[in-house]
């Protein structure tokens, strides 16, 4: 029993490995359409500083944040999610702050970022250079103030699952919201398996023809071929819907 259970991981292991060069070549051979599809703004492409943070728990969180300094971590990536390697460390708060008022929450954590892990904050020994993507964000309840980030490796060779933000754009000649009509919108993030150097900032819907009754689903969205939607194709993005309730009341 014991060694049909490792031969299935075995098989199961080089499965996701096949799949994840062959996704990989795809893009590399497709890399000359990128001028097609939305890139991340370079004004935004900071480097977050970083030092070690020994320990772990809720009272060295709390330290650190009385300081001005974010508890984080940063894992490999293993499965495009999940990872192990774990190394703690504390990042600046008010730098995570400034990017994610600057960017959006779900923006921030569709961006691929340079991470310097240092002995001091700029200045100190560097430990640890690395490509990283933001996967978790805590935010305060209350104040919406950062109270943890959870970073991922992402070196070129990486496929990684990434929520991109959807950007809605057509709606001035959209001929169902120029008849009145509203738009439903029922998604804001998509998930798609991304190699790490093709996750795009945010995905364009264009509503420019879409009408009364209509809707545009997953698999009408236009990416590059390299990512994989990893939800099913057949999900609603958003609907042209009837007039509200109180749209209607106002014309009685």
Do not use: W
């Given at each position: ?42 004004k935004y492409a900071e480097t977050i500083l970083a030092v070690p943070r020994p320990t772990s728990g809720k009272n060295i969180a709390a330290k650190e944040r009385k300081v001005g300094r974010l508890p984080s971590i940063v894992f ?177």
């Amino acid at each position: 029993m014991a060694l049909l259970i490792h031969r299935a991981l075995s098989n199961r292991t080089l499965h996701l490995r096949f799949f994840s060069q062959a996704a990989l070549a795809l893009a590399l051979d497709q890399s000359s359409s990128l001028d097609a599809f939305p890139r991340p703004d370079p004004k935004y492409a900071e480097t977050i500083l970083a030092v070690p943070r020994p320990t772990s728990g809720k009272n060295i969180a709390a330290k650190e944040r009385k300081v001005g300094r974010l508890p984080s971590i940063v894992f490999e990536q293993e499965d495009g999610q999940h990872g192990g390697n774990k190394r703690l460390i504390s990042v600046q708060t008010n730098q995570i702050r400034k990017l994610v008022k600057h960017l959006g929450q779900s923006f921030f954590l569709s961006r691929v970022f340079d991470l310097e892990v240092r002995s001091d904050f700029g200045t100190g020994d560097l430990i640890e250079k690395v490509r990283v993507l933001p996967r978790k964000l805590h935010l305060h309840a209350g104040t919406d103030a950062p109270l943890n980030v959870t970073f991922i490796r992402a070196p070129s060779n990486a496929l990684l699952k990434v929520d991109i933000p959807l950007v809605f754009r057509g709606e001035d000649v959209c001929p169902g919201l120029r008849k009145g009509l509203y738009l439903n919108t029922i998604k804001r993030t998509v998930k798609f398996l991304c190699p790490a150097d093709l996750i795009p900032p945010y995905i364009d819907v264009d509503l420019s023809e879409l009408d009364g009754g209509q809707k545009l689903v997953m698999g009408d969205l236009k990416v590059h071929p390299a990512l994989k939607l990893i939800q099913s194709k057949d999900e609603p993005v958003c609907k042209i819907m009837g007039a509200r309730v109180s749209d209607q009341q106002k014309k009685k």
